[in-house]
């Protein structure tokens, strides 16, 4: 007999959580599940791409509540520049100044080319009434399926949605990434409009979404509910082992419990963030071979 709905008990999957626990299910544990014994709070490592990808999301994604007409009335520069003091320095795992000119420079290139090729965020966009959207992506299972889309524009046309992902990295994401699975499945069920579009949008080089093909639904569904019965199974045996007894996506957050990272801050989801010491000098900054 299914359990009865309740989302605080349930297993919440995402695509970050999902991508953590195929590469490692001890950085998944890490990241996802392990709280500070003293202050409660889940522990996350900063570092200069992930401050660049925050940034940008930002300040991208605050333009969908913006009506059409008004979007760009202020410099998404001036934006970009106020949002950065939020990661600059410790927060963003800058080891130096220099690095950090040499990220923010990046983000502030990536704004100019969305400025000059505004496409799809010239159009009307959906906004999804939730802060984090979710569904239950098995009642039986008590498996709840949440993430936050970047951009869904309204095609006014077939009265659809066209789902685009921001990317700031240098690499594309593999053809085999759940990503757009998981938000085709998010859209198709927080909702009313069909998705009739995927996209991404490496912002560092494109001047446009690169169109995907469209992921099948079904096909979708299954793959993601079996990996995350697994995940479920897991937290139920609290068994999260490294299949390589320690990798690069763990042992940094295993150098976290040894007291070999510094705390810099409470983060925007009241996480403990830190970043890895460098054991040659003990400055607290994140080594290149461990940024993530």
């Not at 008004?70 to 080891?95: C, E, Q, Y």
């Not at 912002?203 to 995350?228: C, G, H, T, Y």
Request: glycine content about 6%.
């Amino acid at each position: 007999m299914p359990m009865p709905k309740d989302k605080y008990s349930a297993v919440w999957v995402s695509h970050s959580s999902i991508g953590d626990f195929l590469v490692c299910p001890r950085a998944y544990f890490l990241k996802n599940v392990y709280r500070d014994p003293t202050t409660n709070h889940k522990i996350s490592l900063v570092s200069p791409p992930l401050a660049l990808g925050q940034t940008v999301h930002e300040v991208l994604e605050s333009l969908s509540v913006i009506p059409v007409d008004k979007r760009f009335d202020d410099p998404l520069t001036t934006k970009f520049d106020a949002a950065w003091k939020k990661v600059s320095g410790d927060l963003g795992g800058f080891p130096d100044k220099a690095t950090e000119l040499a990220y923010k420079k990046k983000g502030q290139d990536m704004i100019t080319r969305v400025v000059k090729n505004p496409g799809p965020l010239k159009n009307l966009a959906i906004k999804i009434n939730q802060d984090l959207p979710y569904y239950w992506l098995s009642e039986e299972d008590n498996i709840i399926l949440c993430g936050k889309i970047d951009w869904l524009e309204f095609i006014k046309d077939s009265d659809s949605v066209h789902i685009i992902d921001f990317k700031t990295g240098k690499y594309e994401e593999s053809p085999d990434s759940l990503q757009l699975p998981i938000y085709l499945l998010l859209a198709t069920n927080t909702q009313n409009r069909p998705v009739a579009k995927v996209s991404y949008w490496y912002l560092e080089r494109n001047d446009a979404p690169k169109e995907q093909a469209l992921p099948n639904m079904d096909k979708s569904k299954d793959q993601v509910l079996e990996i995350a019965k697994q995940m479920s199974l897991a937290r139920k045996l609290n068994r999260f082992k490294c299949p390589h007894n320690g990798c690069r996506n763990c042992k940094p957050y295993e150098a976290i419990l040894e007291g070999k990272a510094k705390f810099v801050g409470v983060g925007g989801f009241g996480q403990d963030l830190y970043i890895l010491f460098d054991s040659s000098n003990k400055s607290g900054t994140l080594p290149t071979s461990q940024i993530l």
